[in-house]
């Protein structure tokens, strides 16, 4: 199956990845990345969220883990990484193994 | 006739727990391995996709907007994936392969923005294949961890609610046969002595 890559994000951090071939999506807000999502879900099989966007959306991006495609992977923004990967991981974990293995100190 | 069925029913139940709790162990092991994996490329496209960001703001800083608009205006042959469906005991998972790896070219001309920007673009063409790798990592890991949250429900139902409760009914129609078979033979003693 061919499948088409897509980034929805602010527009400073989307350019490059649209000079790299990714459609891009510029959403200025939370809202508004909702409404754009809900249509490239359709469409695009791989969709990279910029990190603000997807905290945001934390629990609207929940209904995407139903089903193996579409995919959404959050990537850092311009201004750097928050840790939200990070945090998405955890979670994860801590809700198959119930312990952490990857952040304990 | 009913203990009958009942013991059928519990052999099963605990065959089926035995089953679902070895599922559990091997998802749980390859989950792990997963999320190991997950982590790694997590911190590696981190790292590198903030710095190319950074590097390319710097890039944009230098350019009027306008230039930069019109130069990333135009778009360039839109990259494919490879998308398949994998299976991790049982779970779908996606498995996604960058087809047209390399981009063709920039989309500009060079003479339009500063190099650095054509770096910061190279850059992400590169970091792309692992994007989409990490993309589908992630993704499974998440599925793995619903379905292993859902098993360790179902081995939990049948270890603490299903089998206890198909032994206690055995338990109870095996006294009562018990108890109906001595009546009998009492009964009979009794009306032998009689004789």
Do not use: W
């Not at chain 1, 897509?6 to 409404?35: C, H, L, N, Q, T």
């Amino acid at each position: 199956m061919k499948g088409k890559i897509a980034i929805v994000g602010d527009g400073d951090s989307i350019m490059v990845f649209k000079a790299a071939g990714v459609a891009a999506f510029p959403a200025a807000d939370e809202k508004k990345a909702r409404d754009i999502l809900r249509k490239v879900a359709q469409e695009y099989q791989v969709i990279f969220l910029t990190e603000e966007l997807s905290r945001a959306l934390g629990d609207f991006l929940k209904r995407f883990d139903e089903s193996p495609y579409p995919v959404v992977l959050t990537v850092p923004s311009g201004k750097g990484s928050a840790g939200y990967g990070d945090e998405m991981l955890k979670s994860a974990m801590e809700r198959a193994l119930g312990v952490d293995i990857l952040f304990q100190k | 006739m009913e203990l009958k069925k009942l013991k059928a029913r519990l052999s099963t139940a605990v065959r089926g727990h035995k089953l679902l709790k070895d599922k559990s162990d091997e998802m749980i092991r390859r989950f792990t391995l997963i999320i190991r994996e997950n982590k790694r490329l997590r911190d590696e496209v981190e790292k590198a996709l903030s710095a190319t960001l950074r590097q390319f703001s710097v890039a944009r800083s230098l350019t009027p907007e306008y230039a930069v608009e019109t130069a990333f205006a135009m778009p360039t042959s839109a990259v494919e994936a490879e998308c398949g469906v994998e299976s991790v005991m049982g779970v779908d998972v996606p498995k996604i392969e960058l087809s047209s790896a390399d981009a063709a070219g920039l989309p500009y001309a060079y003479s339009e923005i500063t190099s650095e920007a054509d770096e910061s673009v190279r850059q992400v063409s590169q970091l792309l294949p692992l994007l989409v790798k990490l993309a589908a990592v992630e993704k499974s890991v998440r599925l793995l961890a619903d379905e292993i949250e859902r098993n360790k429900r179902r081995v939990n139902a049948l270890e603490y609610v299903m089998i206890p409760q198909l032994e206690e009914t055995i338990k109870y129609i095996r006294d009562k046969l018990d108890e109906n078979e001595r009546a009998a033979i009492i009964r009979l003693m009794k009306v032998k002595n009689k004789a």
